[in-house]
């Protein structure tokens, strides 16, 4: 299965769970979700009002101020570091045509070198 996210902005922190919770049925066990990009990521993330934006922020500061002339576009050569930091897929487990998750806990997509069209390939088993 596929999902196609549009992003907005440059750096963005979409939650997609409702949007994964419609492709489980009840009997499947696990969900991957999988970013065929490499300069965005997907994890799971507490999304009180705010903390995309501070998540968002966070993890671009995360990256040292190096010279990255070496890259083909060393303007968004950082992107390629998040996405590797963060990962490009999340597994979550599904009990009962649910996702497992915790209280506050989303899937997210966090874009960093945006706006861009994102394709998501969902695996369920």
Request: aromatic share 4%; proline share 6%.
């Amino acid at each position: 299965m596929e999902l196609e996210i549009e992003t907005n902005n440059s750096r963005q922190v979409i939650d997609i769970t409702d949007k994964v919770q419609r492709l489980v049925k009840a009997g499947n066990n696990l969900v991957n979700i999988f970013a065929a990009h490499t300069t965005c990521g997907v994890t799971t993330a507490d999304l009180d009002p705010g903390a995309d934006k501070d998540l968002a922020e966070a993890v671009w500061e995360m990256i040292p101020k190096l010279d990255f002339s070496r890259h083909h576009d060393p303007e968004h050569f950082p992107s390629h570091i998040i996405h590797s930091v963060i990962g490009p897929n999340v597994t979550v487990p599904v009990k009962g045509g649910r996702l497992v998750l915790g209280t506050w806990q989303k899937i997210v997509l966090i874009e960093m070198d945006g706006p861009k069209k994102r394709n998501l390939y969902i695996s369920v088993c």
